[in-house]
């Protein structure tokens, strides 16, 4: 089986509290926009990582660009959030469990991240048609 590269994202409207999206693409054409409830930008970016991980086959790599999320889950990082505490344990059991540590998550610059990208276009779509969609993300980085 060959191995895939996944790119990850998640976004949230700090001006509609818990409206939130992800976004999810491989190199094998997968496309995935999603809105999701969450409490903050960072709980989105795990959302992200975790469906991506639900996604991937052992010996993938996953790219997001968010350090916090990256750094705690493969960096040594510590969780200091209560908030993000279960999104982080769920993901290191998937780690763990589905994929025994065979998995690569890595971190990206946003400018290079095809999710990131694909979100930011959602942002400047739905500010243009003046929010129709119901998706303002003012906290994407």
Not at 85 to 105: M, Q, T, V
Request: overall charge positive; proline content about 1%.
């Amino acid at each position: 089986m060959s191995k895939i590269i996944w790119f990850c994202d998640g976004g949230y409207d700090n001006l509609r509290k818990r409206n939130g999206i992800y976004c999810i693409v491989n190199d094998n054409g997968f496309k995935r926009v999603q809105k999701i409830l969450v409490e903050s930008s960072n709980e989105a970016e795990y959302f992200a990582i975790i469906e991506s991980l639900i996604l991937a086959n052992p010996g993938d790599t996953i790219y997001s660009d968010s350090q916090l999320i990256v750094n705690q889950l493969v960096g040594g990082w510590k969780v200091k959030s209560d908030n993000l505490y279960h999104f982080w344990y769920e993901a290191c059991e998937l780690i763990e469990s589905k994929f025994k540590g065979n998995i690569n998550i890595t971190w990206i610059p946003r400018d290079v991240n095809k999710a990131g990208i694909i979100l930011d276009r959602e942002k400047r779509k739905a500010i243009r048609n003046k929010n129709k969609a119901g998706i303002i993300l003012e906290n994407l980085k």
